[in-house]
């Protein structure tokens, strides 16, 4: 299983950016799928996260800001991010937890994608 990130770039502040991961391979279903985040210097956090009954689950930061998505028939997750401040500025990384063929239910993290937001 692999997860394909996208969408991070450069964002003024109190701008929007929406991220996408798509997971793919032998999959049998996906449990949940979610964003963490990790800045220079600090550890990685949550963000947020949906599961298969699309319920979700944010960080107290960016609650009312950012909205998780997902499209279970293409098994990609969304994150839409508006008003985005300095201090989102971090490493966003995919993650999602895999039915698959090959190993049965497991974690997958998807490579990092940076969001800047500066002036």
């Known amino acids: 299983v692999q997860l394909q990130a996208s969408g991070g770039g450069l964002v003024q502040p109190g701008g929007s950016l929406r991220l996408s991961c798509a997971a793919s391979?032998?999959?049998?279903?996906?449990?949940?799928m979610g964003w963490f985040r990790q800045a220079p210097g600090n550890q990685r956090e949550l963000v947020a996260i949906?599961?298969?009954?699309?319920?979700?689950n944010y960080a107290d930061s960016v609650k009312g800001r950012f909205t998780i998505s997902r499209d279970n028939a293409e098994n990609t997750v969304y994150l839409n991010m508006n008003s985005l401040k300095p201090g989102d500025t971090a490493v966003y990384y995919c993650?999602?937890?895999?039915?698959?063929?090959?190993?049965?239910?497991?974690?997958?993290w998807g490579h990092g994608t940076l969001v800047t937001v500066s002036s």
């Open positions: 993650n999602a937890k895999v039915d698959s063929h090959r190993v049965g239910i497991s974690t997958y």
């Open positions: 391979g032998s999959i049998v279903s996906i449990h949940h």
């Open positions: 949906i599961n298969h009954g699309d319920n979700t």
